[in-house]
């Protein structure tokens, strides 16, 4: 890979047209004339739709539909219903929602959530601010679960070999399997996933002392057996590593994503944001350096970072516990100095994806620069019982295959669908004669199964599970099962003979027969967490024997295999606002991609000129992997900054049965199954890969990448988005004194001036603050055509910027909501006054008034309003109803949207402070927008800028504080702070 | 060759053109007053309820305040509709076996919840807050018109924006004091020297903006 694309070779293209500094895409790098054609309309594909022109039957077919609806126009109102209580519960005050404090598991581990609930139905998830691994923040997937939760595709019925049964039939179809396994459990079989709940713990205990010889084995296809491997190799034994970034003045991330993945990331990011905000007197920034095999969120804000293949990464840890010493690459040697001078005060992590010896690796050099016990704590491990988890599984398929499994019951998990390759899960399960199977879709895995029973969601059941540091979350309800679905502690209740044990005694009695008592009972509920139930730091240092590093094998390319960061392991893959949702660094959606670097895709033939022709925003080829012998075809993606000779996919989509969205029933799967590539030798890829062009053409993608550019100016050059600042450097973004005048009269805001600031040097672009804001607004998704279209309906998006060598870029993220301006382009073009300001200074947007000119959409600089082209909002599907937000209109066709501040969370907060009297003033923190709630880095602040002790006030005071396209004299209400970069002056480059 | 218009033609054609204007202007007018009319606002229009509920009877008769059923009328934006429960606190001893009161029995002896018709209706894209206009000083009566003498109720006002509006912009004309707002048959003194006073002491504001309702 010596032929790397440099800056100059774009340079060179583009000749005398002023250079970006920033930019989006390396077709914004390399500025053809037709790219910027493109970029100057709003909506380049809206005009294709009607290049077709209207045929005679199509006309007809209109004419027919508008005669038919011309009736209907004059009907009158239907009338509406009232149905109260019969019986109203105490405390419960219809129109005010109710918080109950709950918990959301992933891989096993709990994050404390707070569910809002509107007259019993779950609306809204937000972070519980008690809870250690959440502070109040939470990420895109908890944000989603509320659509997960409604989602009609789930399992809603118990089924054997396809017939509807009930519950109680599969009970009695398990007392002949028990009776059985009484005398010699050895062929009755658990699979579970990762578990952390001690009750549901105690209960598989009980079952596999009821059933001797009976076997419980765990499987996670995103698996935390690196990490557990690797530290017992530390350690010696099965331990939990806790982080505290808010202690580390330097952190070297080896192939780790800590700030949005794995455990107690939500905290993490929060830890190692509050180091990085650099305000006015700020003495001190943290140091992040990252290793990485390909662009994630938290190496988006690194100060260093270097892109290498994934089997690289553990010779620079190797080296970097040398000291860097006796490495020819002379920026180990400044990150060792580096951390060095930071002894006790730095962190150095591993990522899920790489080996256990560079997780051993990283704890030996935490031991020896004194960080374990202060920056790096060690505790008894999460699970109940930490096992290898591919060993465990791989033993059950060579007991199924032996057949001396004769029952085996999976609770969650889809092995079928996501187990190794080499294991041949399905062929191996249909030799035993007994399957059952729990799960929250009828999936790959209950088609081959004889019984399935649908799973509850965590907001149907009573469950509890241990956070990142071993506090323990009980899981509350906040509504009945929805689809009679049954809890993984009933489905052990019935193995253990009693069908009477509802998932809410076992729960209970299980901490009540741990010496707690009603009261203590009752405040953990209230709370979200079990006092004082954190696992307890425990003694041992890491070792410093790390077994000689394994012969590198080298091949044509490496083949990288990640979760994908939107569905994750495939279980989200049903859910359409994840699917829709712009991925954090290459901003695709709704299918996988095969992402290679700039100088990659060069060498595979895709070259300049061809994807230029594409206009590659809207369309690629398509590249078949061959890899061990199995082939997948994905379409070509390429990224600046990911390393030179990877390719990495992602898993979890090609669902052969995974609900409407991800396997459409008129089509084929959504994206392609990467699974069958992924062996257990090497379940994160490896050395081999050949990747080749496919003969067909052009594959239509939907990247929102050059979306809503503001980028583009008719003088070319870069209209300073971004700016930025390395720290220590002298502040040079000094307020400029811009010239206010305007052709209307000025507004005055006599009460509140609601504005917002943004610190995008804390912004990782993890996307839970666009799912926060869907589902907080009843934001519709509108598919992948239409994405394609530009016709995305995000009231906010993240913008991500690129700066520098396409190879080895740095990497900017700017959400952009609507920028509220006080001299707003949009108001003095509507006709009909439906977006006007109102007298706190939003840019208001009225639903029934507009009559779909978009005008206001064509003023706008910021290209933050969205247009309902179609009828996106899903007024039919009967479960979708309970779900949304009640204090927002659910939009219909031919109406423009966009963001409002929360305007409802607005009234709501002015609404209380009134009725409280006193100088009726809404008190900073009051209101809290829903991107500003999810945020785990608490870069987004919101408030009244009119209350000059509120935070948003003074942040507005920053030398650092800009506003977008200032020069327009919009006045926006939306600021941001220039991004502040800490890099080691002994590295260059 | 004969005329092919008859001379007529010429004065029908003025009347034609000059008429158009004001043959438009009345069709607006038309329009304009069908949808401030009953016809299209349900104002004054009753509804079949499951139990012909009299407030005439429980608040002008017994003195029942309006809190004791619309529960949340001071803290929620929805003012309340009471459960069976409520009703049965009373009707457990009185009027035991009236025939008109079954569907509450039953409904109280089943679980299964009473269903009545919505009176008052606002669109989807309107939100409003029944405890900020009681705290303000709004009394029931204003919007609701007297309840008391509803021996079935029906909608008072016509609920137009129009309507919304002639009280937003001008608040002091419906001010009352906070303790008249349950009282049906308040009837101000002096409205011009006392609302401007309330305005003040109770900091009401004058909300038009779109985003007051509108969201």
Known sequence: MTDKLTFDDFRARIGDVPTREYWRSLDELSRSEAFDEVLANEFPQQALPLQRGVDRRDFMKLM?????????????????????????????????????????????????????????????????????????????FMQASILGLYDPDRAQVVYQLGEIRTWSEFVAALVPITNAAKTNGHGLRLLTQTITSPSLGAQIQQVL???????????????????????????????????????????????????????????YARDFASRRKVRRGTTSMNRLYSIDCGLNSTAAVADHRWAVKPSEVETWARALLAGGSGVGNANIAAIARDLQKNRGAAIVIAGEGQPPVVHALAMAINQQLGNVGSTVTITDPLEVQPVNELESLRQLVTDMNSGAVQALVMLGGNPVYDAPADFNFAEALKKVPFRAHLSHYYDETSMLSQWHIPETHYLETWGDARGHDGTVSIQQPLIAPLYNGRAACEVIGALLGGMDASPYDVVRSYWFSKGGNEQTWRQSLNDGVIANSALPPRGGAASANIPPPAARKEGNYELHIVPDPNIYDGRFANNGWLQELPKPQSKLCWENFAIVSPSTAKAIGFAE???AALNNELATRRVKISYRGRDVVLPLWIVPGHPSGVVTVTLGYGRKNGGRIASPPDGSPIGADIYPMRFSDALGGGAGATIALTDEGAYMVACTQEHQSLNFSDTGGDREIIKRQTFGEAEKHEEEETNHQSMYPPFAYPLHAWAMVIDPSVCTGCNGCVVACQAENNIAIVGKKEVHRQREMHWLRIDRYFRGEPENPEIYHQ????????NAPCEPVCPVEATSHSGEGLNDMTYNRCVGTRYCSNNCPYKVRRFNFFHYSDYDTAAYKPMRNPDVTVRTRGVMEKCTYCVQRINEAKIDAERRGGDQRVRDGEVVTACQQACPTDAIVFGDMNDPKSRVAQLKKEPSNYGLLAELNTRPRTTYLAVVRNPNPEIRG | MAQIFHRSANTLSRVTIFGAVFIAGFLLWVIGGIVRSPVATDQGVFREQPVPFSH?????????DCRYCHTSVETSNFAGIPPTQTCMNCHKEIWTNADMLAPVRNSFAT???????RVHRLPDFVHFNHSIHVAKGIGCAECHGRIDKMALTYQYAPLTMEWCLSCHRAPEKHIRPREEVFNMAYVAKNQEELGPRLMREYKVQKLTSCSTCHY
């Open chain 1, 815 to 822: 959400p952009v909501p609507c920028m509220q301006c006080e």
């Open chain 2, 111 to 117: 679980g299964t919840p009473l269903v009545w018709s």
């Open chain 1, 64 to 140: 027919s539909a508008s005669m038919a609806l011309a009736g209907l126009a004059a009907c009158n109102r239907p009338e509406q219903k009232i149905v109260p209580y019969v019986r109203q519960p105490e405390n419960l005050v219809p129109g005010k929602p109710m918080y109950f404090a709950t918990a959301m598991t992933l891989g096993g581990v709990a994050t404390g959530v707070l569910a809002e609930s509107h007259l019993g139905r779950p609306t809204k998830i937000e972070g519980n601010p008690d809870h250690p691994s959440s502070l109040g923040a939470s990420d895109a």
């Open chain 2, 56 to 64: 005439q009877h429980h608040v002008a008769g017994l003195g029942i």
């Open chain 1, 609 to 611: 000129g061809e994807r």
């Open chain 1, 209 to 267: 002392a009821m059933y001797p010889g009976m076997q419980w084995h765990q499987w996670e296809p995103v698996s935390r057996d690196n990490v557990r491997e690797g530290l017992r190799m530390a350690f010696g034994a099965y331990v939990n590593a806790v982080y505290h970034f808010d202690k580390a003045n330097v952190v070297v991330a080896l192939d780790a994503d800590f700030t949005s993945d794995g455990p107690g990331h939500l905290r």
